[in-house]
Structure formats: C-alpha cells, structure tokens
C-alpha cells in the first residue's frame, strides 16, 4: 500500500508540472538583456512589445488554479517593489522541477518542505555576507559628475561571472540596448567612478569576531526592522506543522571556517556610483530617475532653508507622463504635473495660462449619482434630484449646480480623483474651467500640502476653506505640429511654488514600446528607492545566486559526510537507522535546491551573451564552484573576485582613460522577497497536489512514516 502510494506521489504532481511550463515562458527577461516579445490579439489584431514577467503573464491564459497562483505571486512582489518579478518566476520553475526530482527519488513531502525551506533560511544568512553599505550618498551631489554626463565604455554586465580569456569559453559578442532590446545594438555608456573603498577598521574586525562566536548575532543581524522572517506557509493542514531545524542545523566552526569576513569589504558613498550599478545596463532609464532624485533634492533644499534634514528619495511623489508616438527627444523629467488633455482644451489653456488659479480637489467621482464607500441608502426616502430622475433636465440641473458652486468661490481648475461627467467636463470648458479626472491620489495630496486646498468628497461640501490658491496651467512644450495632428492630444503643466511633485515625461515613436519603457524606468526608480531605504545593497552580477549555490553544496556534502558517519557506527536499532535515512534525504533535498540556483545561473550567462550555449555556461560556473570550494571561503572568494575585476582584471578592451569599471549592485529586500515568494508557491502546490491525489489517507501516511519506511 505504501509503495502504491508513493507512485502515485511521483507520476501526479500536475501543479509542480504546470509550474514548470508557465515559468519557461519567461527565461529570455532573466537577466539585463532581455529578449523581447511581441504579443498579438486574437480579436483586435494590436500587437505590444513586452520584455517583463508581469506583462507576460496578463497575456497569457491563467485560468487554471495553478496560474491564478503563480500570477498572484508574481503581481504581489511587482505591486511592492517593482522588481525581482523575472527572478521569482524563473525559481518556481526551477525549484518545481527540483521538488519533482525530490519526489522521483522517494523523498517523504513533509521532508522536502522542512529541508528546502530551511535550506532557503540559511542561504539568506550566507548571503549577509555580501552586502554593501551605503553612506552619504547625497553629500556631494551637487558636484559636477552627474549620470547624464556618462561616456561610453564596454563591459560585462555581469562582472563576478566574466569568462577569463585563457579558457577557451568567451565569445565576442556586443550588448544589445537594454532599452530597445530588439532593435538596435549599441555599446552600454557610461563614466569610470571610483570602485568601492576597501576598508577594516580593527572595531569591525572585533565586532565580526564577537559576531562569528555567536550564530544567532549574526542571524539576526541579516536585515534591520522586522524585515527578517522564517518562511510560513497556509491554507493546508500540513503548513501548521513544527519546524525540524536538525536538517540545516550547522555542524561546530562552520561560520569560522566558510563565512569568516573576507578582508576585501565594501562600501559605496557615491549616487552615481550605486546609479550605475543599480541601472544594470538601462542607463537611458536610469538617467532620468538621476534627474528626478537631483529635482527632488533642490526642490527639499529651497523648502527646507537652513534647515539640516536628511534627504530622503520620496518615490510617491513620483509619476510618470506616456506619450507615444513622439520622439525620443522629447523625454524629460519636470517639476509640476505633466498630463495629457484633449485637443478641445486647447483654447482654454491659452486663456488660463500665466495667471494664478483657484484649485477644488475631489476625492470621489464627479458625477450626478455617485455615492462614496460604504454610503447606505435609507430606505422610503428619496433626495430631490431622484425624484426628478424621469425628467430629461435631471443631468442639465446638477451640472448647472456645480458650475455655480465652481463661479461662486472663483474656482478656474478641478482636479478629481475618480470619473468625471462628460456634459461636465463640456459645460466647464465653455466656461472656461478646467476639470480633469482619474487623478492620482498622491497627485492630489502634493496639491493639497502646496495650495491650501482641503479634499472634499462631494461638491457640496466646498466652501471657502476648502479652495486653493497659486496654481499655474500652461502647455508642456511645442510638440511638431504632424505629431501632434497624429497623437490628437495636447500636453499641459500644473504646477505651483513649492510643490513636492515631479514628472517625468517617456515619449516613444514605436506605440508598441511605450508600456516596456515605463516598466523599465519605474524598475529602476525602484531599485534605487529601495536601496537607499536600505542604506544597503548586494554585491550583483550572479554573486549572490553563486554563493546560495556553493554554500548549499557545502550543506549537502557535509549532511553527506555525517550519514555515513551515522552508518559507520550504526547500532541495530531503528532510531539509528531513521537519523542515516534522514541524513541522507536532506542531503539530496539540499542537491535538488541548490540545482535551481546553478539553472539560474546558467540561463543568467547564456542570456548576457557571454556563453554560446547554456551547456557551456553550466561548465564555466562548475569551474567557478571548484575554486571556491578549494578556496575554503566561497564568499571570500567572491569578494576577491570583485577586487580583481574592479581593478581592470577584464578591461584590457577598453580605452585606457577608464581606470575601472563600476560594480553591479542587487536590492537586497526585494531580491529576498522573491525567493521566499518562489519556494513559497512552490511548497504551496506540492502540498496541495498531495492532498488531492492521496486525501486524509496521506495524512495518516505520514503519522505512520517510521513503520513504512522499515516495512519498504
């Protein structure tokens, strides 16, 4: 019964399947340069360009639970951090295949739950190792070495994964434009900064020592807050379950002998510096989040005077304009507003602009019948305007009533949150008012702060005390008039003295490029936001990835080593047998995970073009593997290995007045996050499989596991 059982474990794991197949349509966005797709609609015939995992998967037909789990996952870690979404489709794929391989080779499910999961904990320990600080990014900023003024050179985008040239390995390939993938080639610009200081103190010296005697120091030291957390799964009856820490528990002098610092440690004090290695090859995006921050900053600066606040990078009071089809040249980043409006208001701009404005700001729709949240009608009662619902005037009424409240307190512009009448909208512009909808809400806010306005829900809560002053309406820039025929829009700009807004503007003459640009810039305004909120960031380029591949393979072998030592001295009893027998599975457990990162890494390789085929780039990282293994520090080794590329170790190509080349850097908690999220859903459908092909009988199975095993 027991080995019927298992069979079925092996041969029915659909939802591992269907992960597997849903993540290998989206290898080609690993890494910097991605290859885009062109997605077609059946029905409308419009195509769009795509070239990120969350675009990807709204085109793609998620019906199936499986799917809805996967694009659950995959928009939460987008919603939060706007990074990091290629990473954890590529590892579900991968650590699915891993739990089938588990699952072929006999392995109970509630071990490779335990095992990977604490597998996962310990890499994200291991991997501490790797940060750098950030410290006083903005203390020189306003010096004259800014991105935009970045000179071309040509390097691997990937540095700690560089294939010497001895080897035979390396092909000559140019880098493809991260920014228009593929369309054009071109060389990566960039300006030589100062790679990261080399230093140690003797207190940090001694605050490792103290650290390294005692794991749990360091454990806790793996993120600042509460970011840390074990990885939890729900909604199963086997995620209740108490955690087996004995399988990654590590054995005495582990973290002296294969995580001691490594004399190499790095820091980063520069915005351009960590701009560079945070743009990972889309410089033309990363160029206009500099000028945003730097807008940002001058504008902190005149607001706060004298006054020594810290500058912090506020994301929200960033927004972005799409223009397609206008030139590139066009892109820029503004202080204000930037929005499009219909070509209709044209005269009404000319009559506004250049003299100051009165501002409402609505929080809800403006529309006749629009009622807020959670608003109950009473019941047998009805308001006048629904009594007069069957008379034809009931719109042309409630229209002429908020004009009269728009001439009566002076207001010339209406910003609203939600959906605004269209006989409105009409009715304002022949009178000359300005209304504009779906504002956003941090929109909304900034103009409060900077006007005086108060946000009202209905327009019959306006009075005076709720109107702004000091707004200013004009036309963005002259756009050539055939473009502007073409597009049938107008662009205008809303600003006033001291708001903390800014816009930047993404023009594209290729419609279909429009959606991948904003993703691009707003991936790269994430990563920076993060990383100074952090005031830390991972050594990047597979550095990370690679010692999450080398330490588990250290684990593995080592569980390896105490099985047989087990079984050396192994007594005729069953609980010696049962500790051999789990030795060995969380070994092999510890192998399948650690597999996932080495495809990742692989894919990472051959997607930059360094390899000619995945095959080959797997050959390179075992050789990598080998010298840190033999190094007896692999995180030592890294670092070494970022030291030498820093100092020119692969820039023999490139012109001599570039002294070094910038290092890459990853985010640290959006990178974590999907981790946790990828082995998370993949655990999560493991599990659910199990309970579907084998019902309460599993459960039972595994309260009677001891008995089965020695039976088998």
């Not at 019927?4 to 399947?17: D, F, P, S, T, W």
Request: proline letters at 3%.
């Amino acid at each position: 019964m027991v080995m019927a059982c298992r069979v079925i474990n092996k041969r029915r794991h659909m939802g591992l399947q269907q992960l597997s197949s849903f993540a290998g349509t989206g290898r080609t966005f690993l890494g910097p340069l991605k290859s885009s797709k062109f997605i077609i609609d059946a029905e409308c015939h419009e195509s769009v360009l795509i070239s990120s995992t969350v675009r990807l998967l709204e085109s793609l037909d998620l019906t199936s639970a499986v799917g809805q789990l996967l694009n659950e996952a995959v928009q939460a870690q987008n919603n939060t951090y706007k990074t990091g979404t290629s990473t954890l489709l590529f590892l579900v794929g991968a650590w699915s295949s891993a739990a089938e391989e588990c699952l072929h080779l006999g392995v109970p499910i509630s071990l490779i739950v335990s095992a990977m999961s604490e597998g996962l904990t310990s890499c994200i320990e291991e991997v501490v190792s790797l940060q750098v600080p950030i410290h006083n990014v903005f203390d020189h900023i306003d010096s004259t070495k800014t991105f935009s003024g970045l000179e071309t050179f040509s390097g691997s985008l990937c540095p700690f994964l560089q294939i010497p040239s001895d080897t035979g390995l390396q092909k000559e390939h140019d880098l493809k434009d991260v920014a228009s993938p593929s369309l054009t080639i071109y060389n990566l610009s960039g300006i030589p900064v100062k790679s990261p200081k080399l230093f140690r103190p003797q207190a940090e010296v001694e605050a490792d020592k103290n650290t390294l005697q005692n794991p749990q120091t360091l454990k806790n030291s793996l993120l600042t807050g509460n970011h840390y957390r074990k990885s939890i799964l729900i909604h199963s009856r086997h995620f209740n379950r108490t955690d087996n820490n004995q399988w990654i528990n590590k054995p005495d002098g582990f973290l002296e002998q294969h995580g001691a610092a490594s004399p190499h440690t790095y820091r980063c004090n520069d915005l351009v510096e960590l701009e560079m290695g945070l743009s990972h090859g889309d410089h033309n995006s990363m160029k206009l989040v500099d000028e945003a921050v730097r807008l940002q900053y001058q504008n902190a600066s005149m607001r706060q005077g004298s006054c020594t606040m810290p500058f912090r990078f506020d994301i929200s009071r960033l927004f972005t304009c799409c223009l397609p089809g206008v030139p590139e040249a066009f892109s820029c980043v503004c202080p204000g507003f930037v929005t499009v409006v219909s070509i209709s208001n044209s005269a009404l701009i000319r009559e506004l602009q250049n003299q100051p404005l009165r501002i409402i700001l609505i929080e809800g729709d403006l529309t006749e019948y629009y009622r807020h949240l959670g608003f109950n009608k009473a019941t047998n009662i009805n308001t006048v305007l629904e009594s007069m619902k069957v008379q034809d005037s009931s719109e042309e009424l409630w229209t002429n009533y908020v004009l009269q409240v728009l001439i009566k307190f002076h207001v010339n512009l209406v910003l609203v949150q939600g959906n605004v009448s269209e006989h409105l909208i009409e009715k304002c512009i022949h009178n000359k008012r300005l209304v504009l909808g779906a504002v956003n809400s941090n929109v909304m806010q900034a103009f409060a702060e900077a006007s005086g306005a108060v946000q009202v829900t209905y327009i019959t809560q306006v009075n005076e005390n709720c109107v702004g002053s000091g707004v200013y309406v004009t036309f963005w820039r002259s756009i050539p008039s055939d473009v502007m025929d073409r597009i049938n829009i107008i662009t205008i700009v809303i600003k006033i003295e001291g708001i903390n807004l800014v816009t930047v503007v993404l023009t594209s003459p290729v419609t279909a490029q429009m959606q991948s640009k904003e993703d691009r810039f707003w991936t790269c305004a994430s990563r920076l936001y993060y990383a100074l909120k952090e005031q830390q960031v991972f050594l990047g380029g597979g550095a990370v990835e690679f010692l999450c591949l080398s330490h588990l393979q250290i684990l593995a072998e080592q569980s390896l080593s105490k099985r047989n030592h087990i079984c050396s001295g192994w007594l005729h009893n069953t609980s010696s047998w049962l500790a051999s027998s789990l030795a060995l599975y969380r070994s092999t457990v510890l192998k399948c995970l650690a597999n996932g990162w080495h495809k990742y890494l692989s894919t990472l390789i051959y997607n930059t073009a360094n390899c000619s085929s995945e095959f080959e780039a797997s050959t390179f990282i075992q050789q990598h593997l080998q010298n840190a293994t033999d190094s007896g520090s692999p995180s030592s080794y890294i670092l070494n290995e970022y030291s030498k590329l820093n100092s020119g170790i692969f820039n023999s190509g490139i012109s001599n007045k570039l002294e070094q080349i910038p290092s890459i850097y990853d985010v640290v908690i959006p990178k974590i996050e999907a981790w946790r999220r990828a082995l998370d859903l993949v655990l999560l459908v493991l599990q659910t499989d199990s309970e579907i092909i084998t019902g309460l009988g599993h459960t039972r199975l595994n309260s009677q596991e001891t008995e089965g095993f020695l039976f088998l």
